[in-house]
Nanobody, 115 residues
Framework: QVQLVESGGGLVQPGGSLRLSCATSTNILTFSTMGWYRQAPGKQRELVASIPSRGITNYADSVKGRFTISRDNAKNTVYLQMNSLKPEDTAVYYC?????????WGQGTQVTVSS
């Protein structure tokens, strides 16, 4: 059973920073792609950033230049560094992991950007 455990969410003021972590219960190289999605109240879940085991990273236009996704294979962990946060970044952030036949989700972590 694959488990993805997110951490690092919280309340931050506009312009602030947070780093989200997603620890996997299995070898991270099992997954072809890992990513972060978010869902704001009343909105659909959307892709924030993704990082393949090989290849280039991908970002939503709304976070380009502010967010950075990275992975530490030795720690089986994926990170999302979020800088210059805006109120519209407020959402539940979910970790996602994919193989060729399966998709896995974490339980989500709340990020609230407010003064």
């Amino acid at each position: 059973q694959v488990q993805l455990v997110e951490s690092g969410g919280g309340l931050v003021q506009p312009g602030g920073s947070l780093r989200l972590s997603c620890a996997t219960s299995t070898n991270i190289l099992t997954f072809s792609t890992m990513g972060w999605y978010r869902q704001a109240p009343g909105k659909q879940r959307e892709l924030v950033a993704s990082i393949p085991s090989r290849g280039i990273t991908n970002y939503a236009d709304s976070v380009k230049g502010r967010f950075t996704i990275s992975r530490d294979n030795a720690k089986n962990t994926v990170y999302l560094q979020m800088n210059s946060l805006k109120p519209e970044d407020t959402a539940v952030y979910y970790c996602n992991a994919r193989t060729t036949i399966s998709t896995f989700w974490g339980q989500g972590t709340q990020v609230t950007v407010s003064s």
